[in-house]
């Protein structure tokens, strides 16, 4: 079989090479060391079928991610600042065998230490007896995360529908500081630019004094970030040489659209998808960008809008409903879960997003929000309410739980907990979800109940939870 990692990411080989193809915080890598490294290291994986990477932004995470994907495995990104409880979830429910790298976690696990970029060693190749796959972790909106597995061919496919509606070239600069273990990080932000052949620069972190001065032509970033850029003056008007800037991972507020428009001379591009589907929808490079909606679907995907009872609704701009995709960018299934992923599904084909949305008579989404609430987008982080009740939980002074996600200018949302507990204060509580948990899952503010609102079956009713309670 020929080389999984030459068909999915040609640029990597063909691209421009001035020996500084991809840096990421201080350190730099040409594309002929990065091949090298890859090949070195995915002649450490020989025989393996999962492994897991603690997604650092570090060049040693690019060139793990490069050698699994060369060896043909099946890749488990783990985010750096991931606490016990969801890591060994991950590393259990993935059947993971390897580590790559040595992070202090892995202790009784087999690791694989990752080449040294700028020593990588001569290692053949070894040719995959089956293709490489991506493992990237929900947010666990309804219980433990669930691994949604993507192929070679869906991220190709939506990395070239991306190219084409953002004029995304070799020649281009991508610049970005996003964490390296989700979708719009590593599969757009690494694998992107890999795939174009073009130079990729990772700020370590996305501050708008790191962004202001990479230099680069397109920028990635969360409306977190662009906020923080626009309320930064010398960092916006330093973005004004960029061709393009792109916000995702939630919604961008209308004023701060306004705000860079004025600042940075134009408008980001705004995107939606998942990470069943990776990026369905998308404004364009060359054509509007309209404050609060997403654009159009890219070539080869196809939407619509239901109400409850499945009857497809009209495409008048006003009328929501869930949004249903059919797209060639779409994942596998639920590593394990075959229920769970026939679930996803209409008995016509349609995939269910569980997003709300409106399309208007000339094709364009605006998307409303979740069909539940239990999806937090904070920060451009998407986390799972139920991952942090279940976390609240354990401590032995909680008796009940429940978490939503508030407006929040800074970060889009910020976690809010309600808890019935005894004998414990909020500080207590957060430090102790931050423990076991990603630190940017914890919540922002507790407030303390008797208890909590439910109605008759004794579900909680998130939608009255702020009337009448004090913060703790």
Same mark, same amino acid.
């Given at each position: 079989?020929?080389?999984?990692?030459?068909?999915?990411?040609?640029?990597?080989?063909?691209?421009?090479?001035?020996?500084?193809?991809?840096?990421?915080?201080?350190?730099?890598?040409?594309?002929?060391?990065?091949?090298?490294?890859?090949?070195?290291?995915?002649?450490?994986?020989?025989?393996?079928?999962?492994?897991?990477?603690?997604?650092?932004?570090?060049?040693?995470?690019?060139?793990?991610?490069?050698? /699994?994907?060369?060896?043909?495995?099946?890749?488990?990104?783990?985010?750096?600042?991931?606490?016990?409880?969801?890591?060994?979830?991950?590393?259990?429910?993935?059947?993971?065998?390897?580590?790559?790298?040595?992070?202090?976690?892995?202790?009784?696990?087999?690791?694989?230490?990752?080449?040294?970029?700028?020593?990588?060693?001569?290692?053949?190749?070894?040719?995959?007896?089956?293709?490489? %796959?991506?493992?990237?972790?929900? %947010?666990?909106?309804?219980?433990?995360?669930?691994?949604?597995?993507?192929?070679?061919?869906?991220?190709?496919?939506?990395?070239?529908?991306?190219?084409?509606?953002? /004029?995304?070239?070799?020649?281009?600069?991508?610049?970005?500081?996003?964490?390296?273990?989700?979708?719009?990080?590593?599969?757009?932000?690494?694998?992107?630019?890999?795939?174009?052949?073009?130079?990729?620069?990772?700020?370590?972190?996305?501050?708008?004094?790191?962004?202001?001065? /990479?230099?680069? %032509?397109?920028?990635?970033?969360?409306?977190?970030?662009?906020?923080?850029?626009?309320?930064?003056?010398?960092?916006?008007?330093?973005?004004?040489?960029?061709?393009?800037?792109?916000?995702?991972?939630?919604?961008?507020?209308?004023?701060?659209?306004?705000?860079?428009?004025?600042?940075?001379?134009?408008?980001?591009?705004?995107?939606?998808?998942?990470?069943?589907?990776?990026?369905?929808?998308?404004?364009?490079?060359?054509?509007?960008?309209?404050?609060?909606?997403?654009?159009?679907?890219?070539?080869?995907?196809?939407?619509?809008?239901?109400?409850?009872?499945?009857?497809?609704?009209?495409?008048?701009?006003?009328?929501?409903?869930?949004?249903?995709?059919?797209?060639?960018?779409?994942?596998?299934?639920?590593?394990?879960?075959?229920?769970?992923?026939?679930?996803?599904?209409?008995?016509?084909?349609?995939?269910?997003?569980?997003?709300?949305?409106?399309?208007?008579?000339?094709?364009?989404?605006?998307?409303?929000?979740?069909?539940?609430?239990?999806?937090?987008?904070?920060?451009?982080?998407?986390?799972?309410?139920?991952?942090?009740?279940?976390?609240?939980?354990?401590?032995?002074?909680?008796?009940?739980?429940?978490?939503?996600?508030?407006?929040?200018?800074?970060?889009?949302?910020?976690?809010?907990?309600?808890?019935?507990?005894?004998?414990?204060?909020?500080?207590?509580?957060?430090?102790?979800?931050?423990?076991?948990?990603?630190?940017?899952?914890?919540?922002?503010?507790?407030?303390?109940?008797?208890?909590?609102?439910?109605?008759?079956?004794?579900?909680?009713?998130?939608?009255?939870?702020?009337?009448?309670?004090?913060?703790?």
């Amino acid at each position: 079989m020929d080389n999984p990692l030459e068909r999915l990411l040609p640029g990597l080989c063909t691209g421009p090479d001035d020996g500084r193809a991809v840096r990421v915080g201080p350190d730099s890598a040409s594309r002929e060391a990065l091949t090298a490294a890859a090949a070195a290291c995915a002649d450490r994986l020989a025989g393996a079928a999962t492994v897991a990477i603690e997604a650092r932004p570090h060049l040693s995470t690019v060139v793990g991610v490069l050698g /699994a994907l060369a060896a043909g495995v099946r890749l488990v990104p783990i985010a750096a600042d991931a606490g016990p409880l969801e890591r060994d979830h991950v590393l259990a429910d993935s059947g993971t065998e390897l580590v790559l790298g040595s992070p202090d976690w892995a202790a009784g696990i087999g690791c694989v230490d990752i080449p040294d970029v700028t020593r990588p060693g001569a290692a053949p190749t070894p040719a995959p007896a089956t293709e490489p %796959s991506l493992v990237m972790y929900t %947010s666990g909106t309804t219980g433990p995360p669930k691994g949604v597995v993507l192929s070679p061919a869906a991220v190709a496919a939506d990395l070239d529908a991306l190219a084409e509606a953002w /004029a995304w070239t070799a020649e281009d600069t991508l610049v970005h500081g996003l964490p390296l273990f989700n979708v719009h990080g590593l599969v757009l932000g690494v694998l992107g630019a890999l795939r174009r052949g073009c130079r990729l620069v990772h700020t370590g972190r996305p501050t708008p004094e790191a962004y202001a001065a /990479a230099g680069g %032509s397109l920028y990635f970033g969360v409306p977190t970030v662009w906020s923080r850029v626009a309320a930064d003056r010398t960092a916006a008007a330093a973005l004004r040489r960029a061709r393009l800037l792109v916000s995702g991972s939630a919604g961008l507020p209308a004023e701060l659209s306004d705000a860079l428009a004025h600042r940075c001379g134009q408008r980001p591009v705004e995107r939606y998808g998942m990470t069943e589907t990776l990026i369905t929808v998308s404004s364009r490079a060359d054509g509007q960008r309209r404050p609060g909606e997403v654009g159009c679907p890219l070539p080869g995907v196809v939407t619509r809008i239901v109400a409850d009872d499945s009857a497809v609704l009209p495409a008048d701009g006003t009328t929501p409903g869930e949004l249903q995709v059919r797209t060639p960018t779409m994942f596998d299934g639920y590593l394990g879960r075959p229920e769970a992923t026939a679930a996803c599904w209409t008995a016509d084909g349609w995939f269910r997003t569980g997003d709300v949305a409106t399309i208007g008579p000339d094709g364009w989404h605006r998307i409303l929000g979740r069909a539940s609430v239990d999806l937090i987008k904070s920060g451009g982080y998407r986390i799972g309410a139920g991952e942090i009740e279940a976390a609240l939980l354990t401590h032995p002074a909680v008796g009940e739980a429940a978490v939503v996600g508030e407006p929040d200018a800074d970060l889009g949302q910020r976690i809010v907990a309600y808890v019935v507990a005894d004998g414990v204060d909020a500080r207590t509580l957060e430090t102790h979800v931050a423990a076991m948990l990603s630190v940017h899952k914890r919540p922002r503010r507790i407030v303390f109940l008797s208890q909590l609102p439910r109605n008759a079956l004794g579900k909680v009713q998130k939608t009255r939870l702020g009337q009448n309670s004090a913060g703790g």
